[in-house]
């Protein structure tokens, strides 16, 4: 076996049975394999049979191309600035997550001094969570309207008319969850 790719191997092996605090005679028993079967893959001595692979794959929840590629990253950083940004009049509108979640959308708003923004309705039975981080922010959804400070939440069916507005001296932040229904 490459030699390599034996020691990438392991080291996924080893990384992903301490990601699950798990012992190598416990994994051996998940996978079927002896104990020593294991120690040996995550020595990096081994060169393993494609159904010896495919037992330890299956024990870790992961394909067999995971178990022998390149390690990933366990974390990546994104600077200001280089997640999506978007303006909508003068509310400045960011992305929060780098990744996309099906069914949620989750974004930092901030509203200049008298700003206004209408929100749009989204599908039928989305729900919408809104937080104010800093400043006053006024919303106002089906009918009624809330002035949320800094803390506040308010919870409102995103699939009706919603407005939000600054309605304080300073930069009002904001951060909306939006939970789309499913289907």
């Known amino acids: 076996m490459d030699e390599d790719l034996a020691g990438r191997l392991a080291r996924n092996i080893k990384q992903l049975r301490d990601a699950r605090s798990l012992t190598q005679q416990q994994m051996a028993r998940l996978s079927d394999l002896p104990r020593a079967t294991w120690a040996n893959l995550e020595s990096g001595a081994a060169n393993p049979t494609l159904s ?14 995971e178990l022998v590629s390149s390690p990933r990253a ?21 992305k929060l997550l780098p990744d996309r979640i099906p069914g949620v959308e989750m974004e930092r708003m901030e509203l200049p001094p008298r700003a206004r923004m209408n929100g749009i309705p989204h599908t039928p039975g989305t729900q919408e969570y809104l937080t104010c981080e800093a400043g006053e922010i006024l919303l106002v959804a089906s009918g009624e309207q809330w002035t949320l400070r800094p803390g506040d939440v308010v919870v409102f069916r995103g699939d009706q008319r919603h407005s ?16 789309f229904a499913p289907g």
């Not at 010896?52 to 191309?65: F, N, P, T, Y």
């Open 164 to 179: 939000y507005s600054n309605v304080g001296s300073g930069t009002a932040i904001g951060y909306s969850v939006v939970m």
């Open 74 to 94: 366990m974390a990546k950083h994104y600077p200001l600035g280089t997640l999506p940004t978007r303006t909508r009049g003068d509310v400045v509108i960011r």
């Open 52 to 65: 010896v692979l495919r037992k330890v794959a299956v024990a870790c929840q992961v394909s067999i191309e």
